[in-house]
């Protein structure tokens, strides 16, 4: 037996609940959810897209480099490098907990 519509909008609502990431991400790119390119995308990637644009958002915000020219590609590596290792990697990643950012009320995570 197919699933009733009610029974879809509930896995919907509790997957973007469970995964706000995911949801910014599609919204970002316009994706469709489980379009064949959301099914192909890494949460790592997502992860790490999200870190990136939240470092870039604060970099600009805070004017912290005066000499940062757009599109040169330089703005991360004049901060002190961090080195880790694959497991402090993966515990990083064991440990996100993606509900623990903020929302505004339609949601979506405030950068």
Do not use: C
Not at 27 to 33: D, L, T
Not at 56 to 83: F, Q, S
């Amino acid at each position: 037996m197919p699933p009733t519509l009610e029974q879809i909008k509930s896995f919907v609502q509790w997957w973007n609940v469970s995964y706000p990431l995911d949801r910014w991400w599609r919204e970002k790119h316009s994706v469709a959810f489980n379009s064949a390119e959301h099914r192909a995308m890494s949460f790592v990637d997502m992860k790490l897209e999200f870190e990136e644009d939240i470092l870039y958002v604060d970099l600009r915000r805070r004017k912290r480099d005066p000499a940062y020219i757009a599109g040169r590609g330089d703005w991360l590596r004049k901060r002190r490098p961090v080195k880790m290792s694959e497991g402090e990697i993966d515990d990083l990643f064991d440990r996100f907990d993606p509900t623990s950012y903020k929302r505004n009320d339609d949601g979506k995570i405030i950068l």
